[in-house]
């Protein structure tokens, strides 16, 4: 190996993606140690690098060309020794000039990252920071093109405002709220929206045409105010996801799919409050018919589309605001190659039927689906594309409607767990990859569900 040229040996090592084995590689010689050295642009910064600061300062001069730095302190303990914190920052940033994408997790001792100056990707989980000068800075700055917040407790979604022209450049956008709620309960988000004006509620002077991917995820809102002007802004969008977003309507999704023309995928998770209907007794999820139908009628590219819907009593189907009709019209209208339902209590035979016929249909997850038969997987096997079928927690599904799949040999993958009724034997030559379990992550996991988190 010693006698290959310089150039071909760097581009083995570049092919190496496994951490362990390039720190193994870096060993067996001194030439490899250098070239390793050289092209490694990533590391992960976590409780086994200890003393931290002397084990950062020792990577961050072994390493030169760093692109992106991970520093997740999951799991930690006193007996770990202490965490980096901001000052440690001021080092990455000063020895990393090649530095573009940054993660914090779980750092109890950083409250600021203003001092990594030259980010893309920037992706925060850390309660303790709570500071909006970084927001401001990096927003003016500019560069940004991710930005990820997520459990940020001093952090509210009108701080986020701060971040001004940097929306203009942003293209992934991702916020979460810390905590989270069951049902109807939810707690309430402090701070206040410094932009808005009670007269003109929606005139965010704010541009981000640029953003592509949005995540927005459990905290409360009202029309027109907060972060939800982004979902009549974000004229480039391309991949939605609104998990547990109390606040939005029908309203939303509507001017949503009128401004997002090259939508391709959305995914609502939904939970139901009270609403003032005209009939009903108005508890049911956000969203209604109206909104799947404007979606159908705007948003052609769509080809993805994931429902989940949690707290929702399958005996009062009013309390999920769609219903098959909609959903039908949704999956005729646009060319859905994903779909995933999650506590669609409504689906029944007709939408399987309704699937049979969906053209490019590629990849079916069903879960906690009660009203999924032998008879609806009848129809399902005859979907002229299906290569990917998951079903979870479906427990009407027995060992004769999986022989349909399995005589109809179409799928390439199926995947069957915690529906009792089915048989191990019974899956068996349906895909080319199977996989069975009697077990799965509970409904509140598969929903991403937490209990109340006081604090």
Known sequence: MEDLPEALLAEIVLRITRTSDLNSLSLVSKRLYIIDSSQRS????????????????????????????????????????????????LVISSQCPSLTELTLSFCSDINDSVSCKSLSGLLINCEKIGSVEWLE???????????VVRNCKGISQYDLLQFGPGWMKLRKFDFEMKGGFWGGHSYEEGGFDPLYNIHKP???????????????????????????????KCKSLERLCLEYVHGLNDNDIIVLSES????????????????????GDGFRTAFTDNSLKALALNCPMLEAVELTFAGCVHTYPSEIGFTQKGLVVLIQSCLIRVLVLNGANFFDGEGMMTLSSASLLETLELVD???????????????????????????????VGVAKLVHSQKLESLIIECCRRVSEQ?????GRSVQYSVETASPGELKRIYPMIPG
């Open 42 to 89: 990533a590391i992960r910064f976590g409780c086994d690098s200890f003393p931290a600061r002397e084990a950062l300062a020792s990577l961050c001069s072994r390493f030169p060309n760093l692109s992106k730095v991970e520093i997740d302190y999951a799991g930690w303990t006193s007996g770990h020794g202490n965490q980096l914190d901001n000052k440690d920052l």
């Open 369 to 399: 689906c009660r009203e999924v038969t032998d008879a609806g997987l009848h129809f399902i096997a005859r979907t002229p594309c299906l290569i990917n079928l998951t079903l979870r927690l479906c427990k009407r599904v027995t060992d």
């Open 137 to 147: 800075y990096l927003g003016w700055n500019g560069i940004l093109e991710e930005l």
């Open 260 to 279: 997002c023309l090259n939508l391709k995928s959305i995914s609502l998770w939904l939970t139901p409050t009270r609403y003032d209907d005209l009939d």
């Open 426 to 430: 019974a899956v068996l030559g349906a």
């Open 202 to 232: 929606s005139r965010y002077d704010i541009c981000c045409e640029s953003l592509k991917d949005l995540r927005l995820a459990c905290f409360k809102t009202e029309t027109e105010v907060g972060l939800c002007f982004l979902l009549g």
